[in-house]
Each structure stands twice: as structure tokens, then as C-alpha cells.
């Protein structure tokens, strides 16, 4: 039996499902049938942060297919190489390594007061060796602040989300083979 949430969005007015219709600043990477990901636009995001949701309405992650659940898998891994190499690659950032992508569900935004429109939604966020220095504290790494990070004084410049950046990071992404 699917399980459904008192805070179920409405499908119809739901921007996760109309997504690839919408194309967000920098367009979507298509991941294999079922998945989609963009450049994630809330507040807290940086450049190269990217969200990954199922083309089909989900709310919750017990709802995936069997398909989609293997899909998934496949598309963090894919989506991990495709980050990496675009570091690897650029060369403004080769002083600043990716060091680790973040993988993280929390979907809580469907319990606010005004939820969300969009449908479930992982979250890939790259941490880089600069970005490492500002969250670690007597040489221990506190990851659990990654969300004010693009906050914080000393945050790199190179990682704002200018509309022209993102458009390049997608495109390469797109074209990356992982
Ligand atoms: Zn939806």
C-alpha cells in the first residue's frame, strides 16, 4: 500500500513534476528515464549544489518504483563523477579540489505553514577543500553546517550563483560521461 502525507502537494500545481517543462536558470540534466536534476535555487545554495527529483509525483521516498529506486542510485553516483570532473577540470578551481558531494533528503519544507510546491527532492552538495577550512573547527569537520556556509565571511567568491556560471557548470554537466 502507498502511503500518503496529511501535506500530499497538489499534483497539478506541483513545480517538482513540471520541472522539466519550467527549465530552471541553467536547464536540467536528464538522469537516466526517471530522474531529473538542476542547479538548486534556495537560499542556502551555492554553485554546483544540485537538487535530484523523479520526473513522476513522489512524496515520499517509500512511493519510488523499483526502477526509480535503483535509478536513483545510479544517478548520485553519476551525478558525483560529473561534479568531480568539472572540478578536476576547470581550471580557476584547481587550487580547490572537491573533496566530497553531500547526499541529503530532508523534504521538511511539505510541514511548513506555507509548504513547498515541489515534490520530493535530494540534495547533492559539493564540499571543496576551501569550503572545508570554513566548517572545521580543532581540525574535526562539522558537515552539519554545510547550510550556512554560503553565508559565512571568507565564503569563495568563485562559487556564487551567477546566471552565467550555472549556465556553464549545467552545460557541462550535461555533456559530462561519468
Ligand atoms: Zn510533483
Not at 23 to 38: C, D, F, S, T
Not at 48 to 60: C, F, Y
Not at 92 to 105: A, S
Request: hydrophobic share 35%; glycine share 8%.
Amino acid at each position: 500500500m502507498v502511503k500518503k502525507t496529511s501535506t500530499e502537494a497538489n499534483k497539478q500545481d506541483c513545480k517538482g513534476c513540471n520541472i522539466t517543462k519550467d527549465q530552471p536558470r541553467g536547464g536540467i540534466i536528464e538522469m537516466g528515464k526517471l530522474w531529473v536534476a538542476n542547479q538548486y535555487w534556495g537560499g542556502e545554495g551555492f554553485l554546483g549544489w544540485l537538487a535530484l527529483q523523479p520526473r513522476e509525483h513522489r512524496m515520499q521516498l517509500e512511493q519510488l518504483t523499483d526502477e526509480e529506486a535503483r535509478e536513483m542510485g545510479t544517478a548520485v553516483r553519476d551525478l558525483t563523477g560529473r561534479l568531480s570532473k568539472y572540478w578536476g577540470k576547470k581550471e580557476e578551481w584547481k587550487q580547490d579540489r572537491l573533496e566530497r558531494v553531500y547526499v541529503t533528503y530532508f523534504f521538511e519544507s511539505v510541514f511548513d505553514n506555507n509548504p513547498t510546491q515541489y515534490h520530493l527532492h535530494i540534495h547533492l552538495i559539493p564540499r571543496t577543500r576551501k569550503m572545508r577550512a570554513l566548517i572545521s573547527k580543532e581540525g574535526s569537520i562539522n558537515c552539519w553546517i554545510i547550510h550556512t556556509i554560503s553565508k559565512m565571511n571568507g565564503f569563495p567568491e568563485e562559487y556564487f550563483r551567477y546566471a552565467e556560471r550555472v549556465d556553464e557548470l549545467m552545460e557541462a554537466l550535461r555533456q559530462e560521461s561519468s
